[in-house]
């Protein structure tokens, strides 16, 4: 009879531990991050926002953008302190084109 109960009690345990361990996972449900992309903010004039990536675990964001003359793209990445802005190029090294159609 103690060897039921010792073997209910550590069910019962595993199944605490996997409810605590599953309830603290990251879900976009629980993001509280505004969706909405607040162009002004960024220090860039001229540039179209497509694209804004936050790396998971640091302080790193990166946004991608194109220009709306030329649709050439660039890649803006912000750190803590600052950032910079790099265009964009394909594997043969020409400038990588923004498709609105895609």
């Known amino acids: 009879m103690k060897k039921r109960k010792n073997v209910f009690a550590m069910v019962i345990c595993i199944i ?11 879900s976009e449900e629980n993001d509280h991050e505004s969706k909405d992309i ?9 540039l179209v926002l497509i694209e804004k990536v936050k790396v998971d ?8 953008l194109y220009d709306p003359e030329t649709f050439i793209m660039y890649s803006y990445v912000e ?17 990588r084109v923004y498709d609105p159609i895609k």
Not at 16 to 26: D, N, P, Q, R, V
Not at 57 to 64: F, K, M, R, Y
């Open 57 to 64: 675990g640091t302080a790193l964001t990166q946004l991608i």
């Open 16 to 26: 605490l531990l996997c409810l605590c361990i599953a309830g603290c996972s990251e």
């Open 38 to 46: 607040k162009v002004e903010a960024l220090q860039i004039p001229g």
């Open 79 to 95: 750190w803590i302190d600052g950032g910079g802005i790099i265009e964009m190029r394909n594997i043969d090294g020409t400038p």
